[in-house]
């Protein structure tokens, strides 16, 4: 599997908790891949539809309790698509409602915005395998998509560049850290680590007259901890929510998510007051010790 269908299927299989998040993440699904016609949904056959159509199917469900289905497929404006519905009275005020309630979540919640720039990353964006050259995109339809979607990101502090590219606008960041910074927004922890883990893995190979096996072993090490300490936050988080964990252990679990490749004394300094590595790491052992039970049905 691509890396690019990782992230996809990473985040297709997280589903906000929120309604805000889900109406969000859904407009953009629905934008990004297909268009509504009445009261019924027409998504582009591409290779990314597979995804985002199963999204979409999941949201409306868990969000509407509509449970739709395909009813057919054909062509519009020589474009193959799919088109799924199930009661049209039923589907028509559920897309309305979103059509209404969309906006305003997405001018007021940074959440919301994080759920839009996820479906329109299952819907329409790509990144390269970490170990090629870096570049991440979003490929949208028309200037004000692109033009939209480089705002969201200027929210959180990142700047994209846009290029016409054919018929389409893409929206684009090219270095590893802002691509790191677009995956974490996104959610997609799982593949930030993987990337993180492949950085290393490169600066390695580059500097290798200078490092040792010791230090790769070493770095190896801090990266697959790293990676079980998020999959053990986000466990936490998808099931309990993170403030069911004490004050002290929450900071930290948040602290983790968002920076995924600092050490265990870098997000000790984070914290104020600043927390030794031992410290750091006591905590994390004991958020590891409350997903083991979580995930054993303890809990
Ligand atoms: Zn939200």
Not at 194 to 217: F, M, P, Q, T, Y
Request: glycine fraction near 6%; aromatic fraction near 6%.
């Amino acid at each position: 599997m691509s890396f690019s269908s990782e992230v996809k299927e990473e985040l297709i299989k997280s589903i906000p908790h929120e309604r805000h998040c889900r109406i969000s993440e859904l407009t953009a699904l629905l934008a990004f891949s297909g268009k509504r016609v009445g009261s019924s949904i027409f998504v582009y056959k591409n290779t990314e539809t597979a995804a985002a159509l199963r999204k979409c199917f999941t949201l409306l469900s868990k969000t509407f309790n509509i449970n739709t289905e395909i009813l057919g497929t054909g062509i519009d404006n020589n474009r193959p698509f799919i088109e799924f519905s199930r009661d049209p009275a039923g589907m028509s005020d559920v897309l309305d409602a979103i059509a209404k309630e969309a906006p305003i979540y997405l001018l007021e919640n940074d959440c919301c915005k994080r759920a839009y720039l996820r479906g329109a990353f299952i819907s329409a964006g790509f990144v390269n395998d970490p170990g090629k050259a870096y570049h991440l995109e979003f490929v949208c339809q028309d200037e004000a998509s692109a033009e939209m979607i480089k705002e969201l990101l200027y929210d959180f502090d990142i700047e994209a560049k846009s290029v016409a590219r054919r018929k389409y606008f893409v929206v684009y960041v090219k270095d590893a850290d802002t691509i790191q910074d677009v995956l974490n927004v996104i959610d997609a922890h799982k593949a930030l680590m993987e990337l993180v883990g492949a950085r290393i893995v490169k600066d390695v190979r580059n500097n290798l007259n200078r490092r040792n096996n010791c230090d790769v072993s070493n770095m190896a090490k801090a990266v697959t901890a790293a990676s079980k300490q998020i999959d053990d936050i986000i466990l936490i988080r998808d099931t309990g929510g993170l403030e069911s964990l004490d004050e002290p252990l929450r900071e930290i679990a948040e602290l983790r998510l968002e920076h995924p490749e600092s050490s265990l004394t870098e997000l000790g300094t984070m914290l104020d007051p600043p927390v030794g590595k031992s410290g750091v790491n006591h905590r994390l052992r004991k958020i590891g010790e409350y997903a083991r039970k979580i995930g054993s049905g303890k809990s």
